[in-house]
């Protein structure tokens, strides 16, 4: 299985969308109400929320392809763009996103490397992270990967207060 990454660009917009939406939606769906889930993809998916973070200079996006169909997607932040923790020197993984049908096919680990060298290029001291407390298969794969919990703060799915782990990997 031969995985092809790129960055995003402009034009994507509409497949960012698509894939955003839709590995989410595999992701929680399951675990949330349907009105929460559809209040989330509007507000936080919409074209001009992407299209925003797509213009800002501190955010990069990266799609993993296979046979020419994108089959995930990787969101960093840096300087001024980090959702939570402000250290300018630090690297953010704000999603890592996988359709279902490629889970455990090694995808998450190639857009990580991704990140480890985006890292490295900004001299980042750390990368860090949010996990939803109760996305199993998330947590062992970042602890995995030598990223470990250091606090918590509330990610907002719709109406739903959530706990998400802050987990870092220092380099």
Not at 22 to 43: G, I, K, P
Not at 64 to 76: E, F, G, P, T
């Amino acid at each position: 299985m031969s995985i092809h990454t790129r960055r995003v660009t402009k034009g994507d917009l509409l497949l960012l969308q698509d894939i955003s939406k839709t590995t989410f939606w595999e992701a929680f769906s399951h675990s949330n109400t349907e009105a929460d889930m559809a209040m989330y993809l509007e507000e936080q998916l919409s074209l001009d929320k992407l299209k925003t973070e797509l213009e800002n200079p501190h955010t990069e996006f990266y799609f993993a392809s296979l046979d020419n169909q994108v089959i995930a997607y990787l969101k960093l932040n840096f300087d001024t763009a980090q959702t939570a923790i402000k250290d300018k020197a630090a690297l953010e993984i704000e999603r890592i996103y996988v359709l279902q049908a490629f889970h455990r096919k090694k995808i998450g680990t190639a857009l990580l490397a991704i990140a480890l060298q985006k890292a490295k290029e900004i001299k980042a001291p750390f990368i860090w992270l949010g996990v939803w407390e109760h996305n199993k298969q998330a947590l062992d794969f970042y602890k995995q990967q030598g990223f470990e919990a250091f606090d918590q703060h509330i990610f907002k799915l719709g109406n739903d207060e959530q706990t998400d782990l802050l987990m870092c990997l220092k380099l």
